[in-house]
């Protein structure tokens, strides 16, 4: 098969859904030969932050002169984006073979998170790497990631999202996300919500898991225009880090302890790695500045919390106008993620990205209005991108939010590159 075609046949796995459990993706890891078994992993959940956690843990293991293997999801622009080493997206030809292997091996029904899930561990296997870090791609005990016996954890803040899969409350789900903690194994907890917090202190408890929690063990606090660190056994000013938005405080605190804990498990990372890892970090989409003309912020909140955090993060942006291109996935809380937002916006230009479970731009651009903001019916990613480039003027801040899918869409036209849009 082609590259092209390789993607498609994955692609059409989707025709399984989302079905959590461990047992298709043990059978098809045994059926490989068990690749995850000789791989050192860090797994990260949550509801928000894992994937900038995930990356900025990744670049400090990567400044400390380790082989680092990273796998995320979704991707933004194209499937590659969600298997890299130090950096480096997998290459299309190693896609098709390692997926040929995969697909032979799968047993009937194995979803496409699985298949994927299964081809980044034999490409890290097959690289040997020192470290993967595994972004999970939903839950936690469940989900297909937790296949790997990792030898430390990071729990990242907890809210509702996902709740058709993974409970109808924080407690709910917070049990789901324990899961990934490992018996006797260091669990790190960012900020949290005192019903999550209730939740993962007890599964710290019962499994023998020494927690280290933001805010009692470690911080991070912005201070002079940097980042200030106080972490277990060291002390870091002045940071910079290179994934924006001041909501990056805790994720960075959180990787950053994460990397003082794999000092103590064989791994070389003095102060000056965990300087550069931070600093170096990138997670497109999340607080991305196009510089312009106009000014294009990307970010890709998708729940209550996360619109919050971008409204509070807007704040750092000097504008005259801020104008808003947004699309929301239908199973979304679109009045959830943009409430905080609209009120800061001269117009909102209401979008569906090119995925079918997109809201329809002209139910959110009802919903827009019905909030008190002014709304264009703008249709497509393309024209909401072109109509508020019309609009905004020299010092103006043009904010595409709503869904990573939304923000990857946009991101390919600004790039002009090709979109490959899926969702899992």
Not at 43 to 72: D, E
């Amino acid at each position: 098969m082609t590259y092209q075609e390789t993607l498609s046949h994955i692609y059409g796995l989707a025709r399984f859904g989302m079905k959590p459990g461990l047992t298709r993706i043990t059978a098809l890891l045994a059926a490989l030969g068990n690749p995850h078994n000789g791989i050192r992993a860090v797994h990260v959940a949550g509801t928000n932050g894992k994937g900038s956690t995930a990356s900025f843990l990744a670049s400090i293991v990567a400044s400390g002169g380790q082989r680092v293997g990273l796998f995320t999801s979704p991707h933004l622009i194209r499937f590659t984006e969600r298997i890299r080493t130090n950096g480096v997206e997998v290459a299309e030809d190693t896609v098709v073979r390692l997926a040929e292997r995969v697909l032979r091996a799968a047993p009937s029904g194995t979803t496409f998170f699985e298949i994927v899930t299964a081809l980044a561990l034999l490409h890290f296997a097959e690289e040997e790497v020192d470290l993967v870090v595994l972004e999970a791609g939903m839950g936690g005990g469940l989900d297909a990631t937790n296949a790997v016996s990792g030898i430390l954890s990071v729990i990242t803040p907890i809210s509702l999202d996902h709740s058709e899969y993974l409970g109808a409350t924080i407690a709910e789900i917070s049990r789901e996300k324990s899961g990934i903690a490992k018996p006797g194994r260091p669990l790190v907890i960012s900020p949290q919500p005192p019903e999550a917090l209730e939740v993962l202190e007890r599964a710290s408890v019962e499994r023998g898991c020494p927690m280290y929690r933001h805010g009692r063990d470690f911080s991070a606090a912005w201070e002079g225009g940097g980042l200030l660190y106080r972490g277990l056994g060291v002390e870091l000013s002045g940071l910079k880090p290179g994934i924006s938005g001041r909501y990056q405080a805790a994720n960075a605190a959180s990787a950053l302890c994460a990397a003082e804990l794999l000092g103590g498990l064989g791994f070389r990372l003095d102060e000056p790695a965990l300087r550069r890892g931070i600093e170096s970090a990138r997670w497109p989409g999340r607080m991305e500045l196009f510089e312009g003309p106009p000014r294009f912020i990307l970010d890709g909140a998708h729940n209550a919390a996360g619109g919050s955090a971008l409204a509070d993060a807007l704040s750092d942006f000097s504008r005259d106008r801020l104008f808003i291109v947004a699309g929301v996935m239908d199973d979304k809380d679109a009045a959830g993620i943009l409430g905080p937002l609209l009120p800061l916006a001269e117009e909102v230009f209401a979008v569906s990205p090119s995925l079918e479970r997109a809201m329809p731009s002209s139910r959110l651009a009802s919903l827009c209005r019905g909030h008190g903001a002014v709304c264009t019916d703008a249709g497509s990613v393309a024209a909401g991108l072109s109509q508020a480039g019309r609009r905004a003027a020299g010092h103006d801040l043009i904010l595409v939010c709503g869904s990573l899918f939304t923000v990857g869409e946009a991101r390919a036209i600004l790039l002009s590159e090709k979109f490959e849009p899926f969702r899992g």
